[in-house]
């Protein structure tokens, strides 16, 4: 009898039928029944829990709640095979859904599914670069991004290729699940873990630990909100592990500490820098082989507590800023069963300075003779025939492995002194360079409106323009400077920590409301060694106009800066935005467009 009905009829059905299932799961709450419900149990009892303690409470549960209630992605993976193999293109709750298995349907900026993978520590090898090479031919758009998760995405995947690009991952010995939606993401490490000098720990069985740890464990899934988790080893790249929910650093704990002396990890917590917050120093230490009931434990309070209600504060970070460290600590430490050691900064050993660009160009590894080199990639971006012809050099001149960094490049590793010569010359055949500009080589983009919906700008394509314009109009700049641009408040390209960040806005140019692509600029931001949230200095400039903009900021920095060795960060703190921002405008490149 189905046949009989009209499309609009059937999705009337749908509907009911899932409102029907979410009232069974609530106990009847949604039909008015009073008959108690039963107690949750299995792995998903503890979000369940949650979501009634929410409704109990007198709050409204989100839409995402109510579609993880209806029907679980993980459930309801069978029938979300067969629609997509029908070319059916998903409804807003199963394009929610997809995402628990690493597919986004980016209708309306794509009629087509985004692909984002999970690799731990963001380490490859080559034939698995290459493998994935292959699967974007044969189900998408032949070429692949790197995100700022050291992690990469493949785009323009066709519905019904949607399942078998996922199998075409397995057989690679990779995954994409749970990499999307309110679920934790692709766990970073250290780039160079294991070829460092100045690492205390390699980050490596870390990540690769906490990545099985994950998959292997489904209430861990289906958080109020997504969640990042990053370990950093010490050594000399930066991993960005402040703008995480829960970073771990390696730290060197000294005699006369509460603790034994020796290689501790440091727990931080709260980062979110789209949210204009930075994870802090919780004073908890612990042995690197306790880092994953830690995170178990911190995620579970979380999941009990985090706001189901309202998506703009659901992140853990809200947690922390209504409860304080203090309380939100007692509750991991009623979890775990136990205290956490904690110890003054005093008796921590001061983190070793690290290198803004190590993932540029070579640089000597601790195995004597070896080297590792940093690959530019045009804001991420790589075409099959690219990635093949870069898998090649991994086996042939180096130790095959591909390893991705959060700056959107990647790493050759273990080439030895006498092949670095090849792997230079072997990159730049393939359009790819090894060396950058001072603006080039900080460049960070996310996906921006060409295929995300929330984007207000194309970023991708605005970056380059601004690494052209500047490359070209201010040849006398020699310090590396980061330039972010993302795209909306989502921030996936962290704009708040670039020495210079730009997010997406429509700029009203006509009495009309007519619009054009622009940004707000923010300036200041910093991470590693100095992480700061940048300062707002202009709204709404228009995208035409920014490479200008950026140019008078830089020429204004090289105009007053204190001495060779003052960073535009330190420039920008010293001076303040106002004062900065009218000597930018008083650049004769500015005073000339106005």
Request: neutral net charge.
């Given at each position: 009898m189905a046949d009989d009905f009209n499309a609009e009829q059937k999705r009337y059905l749908e509907g009911f039928a899932s409102g029907i299932a979410a009232a069974r799961l609530t106990g009847g709450l949604a039909l008015g029944q009073s008959a108690p419900a039963a107690e949750p149990v299995g792995p998903d009892a503890i979000h369940i829990k949650a979501q009634e303690a929410a409704v109990k409470a007198g709050g409204k549960l989100a839409e995402q709640e109510k579609w993880k209630r209806a029907e679980n992605p993980f459930d309801g993976h069978n029938r979300l095979i067969k629609e997509a193999a029908e070319g059916r293109q998903p409804k807003p709750e199963d394009n929610f859904r997809w995402r628990y298995h690493g597919l986004f349907w980016l209708s309306p900026a794509s009629s087509d599914f985004m692909c984002r993978l999970r690799i731990p520590n963001g380490i490859l090898q080559h034939w698995q670069f290459a493998g994935i090479a292959d699967l974007a031919d044969a189900h998408g758009g032949g070429y692949s991004h790197v995100t700022t998760r050291a992690n990469l995405q493949v785009r323009e995947i066709r519905v019904e290729h949607g399942q078998p690009f996922l199998d075409g991952l397995i057989d690679l010995g990779l995954t994409a699940r749970g990499s999307g939606a309110d679920n934790i993401r692709n766990v970073t490490g250290s780039p160079v873990a294991g070829i460092d000098a100045q690492e205390l720990l390699d980050t490596r069985p870390l990540a690769r630990s906490w990545h099985s740890w994950i998959l292997n464990d489904r209430s861990l899934y289906?958080?109020?909100?997504?969640?990042?988790?990053?370990?950093?080893g010490g050594g000399v790249m930066p991993v960005l592990e402040e703008t995480n929910d829960i970073g771990f650093q390696a730290v060197e704990v000294l005699e006369g500490a509460a603790v034994a002396p020796g290689v501790w990890m440091r727990l931080v917590l709260g980062g979110i820098s789209g949210h204009r917050d930075l994870a802090r120093d919780t004073g908890v230490v612990l042995k690197p082989e306790d880092c994953n009931?830690?995170?178990?434990?911190?995620?579970?309070?979380?999941?009990k507590n985090g706001d189901r209600t309202n998506r703009n504060k659901s992140r853990m970070k809200y947690v922390l800023d209504a409860w304080g460290f203090d309380k939100y600590l007692a509750a991991v430490e009623d979890e775990l069963g136990y205290k956490l050691d904690r110890v003054d900064p005093a008796h921590v050993a001061p983190r070793k300075p690290m290198e803004r660009f190590a993932h540029v160009g070579v640089h000597a590894q601790v195995q004597p003779g070896h080297n590792w080199v940093?690959?530019?990639?045009?804001?991420?971006?790589?075409?099959?025939?690219?990635?093949?012809?870069?898998?090649?050099?991994?086996?042939?001149?180096?130790?095959?492995?591909?390893?991705?960094?959060?700056?959107q490049n990647f790493l050759f590793s273990g080439v030895p002194d006498a092949k670095v010569s090849e792997v230079e010359a072997r990159v730049e055949a393939l359009g790819l360079t090894t060396q950058a500009s001072s603006i080039r080589a900080g460049l960070v983009?996310?996906?921006?409106?060409?295929?995300?919906?929330?984007?207000?700008?194309?970023?991708?394509?605005h970056a380059l323009q601004i690494a052209d314009y500047i490359e070209a109009n201010l040849k006398e700049l020699d310090v590396p400077v980061n330039v972010h641009l993302t795209g909306c408040h989502h921030s996936c390209a962290q704009?708040?920590?670039?020495?210079?960040?730009?997010?997406?806005?429509?700029?009203?140019?006509?009495?009309?409301?007519?619009?054009?692509?622009?940004?707000?600029?923010?300036?200041?931001?910093?991470?590693?060694?100095?992480?700061?949230?940048?300062?707002?200095?202009?709204?709404?400039?228009?995208?035409?106009?920014?490479?200008?903009?950026?140019?008078?900021?830089?020429r204004a920095y090289l105009a007053s800066r204190q001495g060779m060795t003052e960073s535009f960060q330190a420039f920008t703190a010293r001076t303040g935005p106002e004062s900065l921002r009218n000597l930018a405008e008083e650049q004769p490149v500015l005073k000339a467009a106005a």
């Open positions: 289906g958080l109020p909100r997504k969640f990042n988790v990053a370990f950093d009931k830690v995170a178990d434990a911190i995620l579970r309070v979380f999941i940093g690959v530019i990639l045009p804001v991420g971006k790589m075409t099959s025939d690219q990635m093949r012809g870069l898998a090649r050099i991994a086996s042939e001149c180096g130790d095959g492995a591909i390893r991705l960094t959060v700056w983009a996310c996906t921006g409106s060409r295929g995300c919906k929330f984007a207000a700008s194309d970023t991708k394509g704009h708040y920590i670039g020495d210079i960040g730009l997010i997406g806005a429509k700029v009203v140019v006509s009495e009309e409301g007519d619009t054009v692509e622009g940004y707000d600029i923010v300036v200041g931001g910093g991470f590693g060694d100095n992480p700061k949230i940048g300062t707002e200095i202009w709204k709404a400039v228009k995208a035409e106009d920014c490479p200008g903009r950026i140019e008078a900021l830089l």
